[in-house]
């Protein structure tokens, strides 16, 4: 239902995404948007375009500021994938992989620098544009920041992640991005400032749900579903909620192998499976599972504050797809 609502508007964002990067120099730019088109949720647009209806405006507004939101995400992509060696990204092998990485590094950062452009390029009065960019800039920082936090962890080698720190860590690399398409859909149709909080808490929380349910994802997903490999986050070493939870309960000598193999960047099979299966001997999948479930709960709480409306209804079928989904 939250697809098919969005879906004509999606393709506009799409659409604009194109005439962006088309024009542009081939050598540079040119394998950035069949990168972008090879599928993806598009949840960031998806979620600006439905608070956007469900604040009363009209979507048409948030097509441009939607895009350049996606722009940037595929850019963290980009490094991202580069950061963790990824071999994978929906399915087809990860733009460093394909091109190679100083080629994937300088298409990421052409990205960064031509969203940018569009971002204070955008035609809207001046007051709004200057806010909206402050609003822009202040989450790109969030996500790279938390992004920071979790390579700053490897590299001290550190384990002992409070849960505390891996949430906060969550809310800017994840949730940030995704709590202001919710806002942002509120604030460009010109929706009250407690309105647009409202959007903005929502979209955290649905944010920390996502991620949490695709770290789970990564270890008991399949990869023709998930497009990514399965316990690719115990070769790179994430700390997960997962690995937070298994390392509290389990024993000195599981805690000695987990941390070893998370440590070591192990690619071996037995290695992974056997992380994977500290995780379910100590209920740690089952912990994450109940804890995306309380923050969707907490945003469908958010979400049904909103006014009724076919969108309202689609952001409320959205918190369940959210921590059901298998992709």
């Not at 001046?126 to 962890?153: C, D, M, N, P, S």
């Not at 490897?154 to 891996?166: C, Q, V």
């Not at 070769?235 to 599981?254: P, Q, S, Y």
Request: glycine share 10%; net charge neutral; hydrophobic share 40%.
């Amino acid at each position: 239902m939250f697809y098919e609502l969005a879906k004509p508007d999606v393709s506009e964002v799409e659409k604009y995404i194109a005439s962006v990067l088309e024009p542009e120099q081939k050598e540079v730019y040119g394998m950035l948007l069949p990168y972008i088109m090879r599928g993806g949720k598009r949840m960031r647009p998806m979620l600006a375009i439905l608070c956007c209806r469900a604040a009363g405006g009209d979507p048409k507004l948030v097509i441009k500021p939607a895009g350049i939101i996606e722009m940037f995400h595929n850019f963290s992509l980009i490094h991202d994938d580069i950061a963790d060696s990824s071999q994978f990204r929906r399915g087809e092998p990860a733009l460093h992989m394909s091109h190679g990485t100083p080629i994937a590094l300088n298409s990421g950062d052409a990205l960064y620098t031509l969203l940018l452009k569009e971002l204070v390029g955008l035609d809207m009065p001046r007051a709004k544009h200057v806010e909206l960019q402050k609003r822009y800039i202040g989450t790109f920082k969030q996500v790279v920041e938390g992004q920071g936090a979790e390579l700053a962890w490897e590299r001290a080698g550190r384990f002992d992640i409070s849960e505390g720190e891996y949430l906060a860590m969550i809310d800017g690399k994840t949730s940030a991005l995704i709590g202001l398409s919710c806002e942002m859909g509120g604030y460009l149709c010109g929706a009250r400032r407690r309105l647009c909080s409202r959007l903005a808490r929502f979209g955290h929380k649905i944010g920390a749900a996502f991620q949490i349910h695709d770290d789970i994802l990564n270890v008991t997903g399949t990869f023709e579903k998930y497009q990514k490999e399965i316990g690719g986050d115990v070769t790179e070493g994430k700390r997960t909620l997962m690995v937070i939870h298994c390392l509290k309960h389990c024993d000195a000598g599981e805690r000695e192998r987990v941390t070893g193999i998370l440590g070591s960047h192990s690619t071996r099979k037995e290695d992974i499976s056997y992380v994977i299966s500290v995780f379910q001997k100590y209920g740690s999948v089952k912990y994450a599972r109940e804890l995306a479930a309380k923050l969707v709960a907490e945003a469908r709480a958010e979400a049904s504050k909103l006014d009724d409306s076919e969108a309202r209804r689609a952001l409320l079928a959205l918190c369940d797809y959210v921590i059901s989904r298998e992709t």
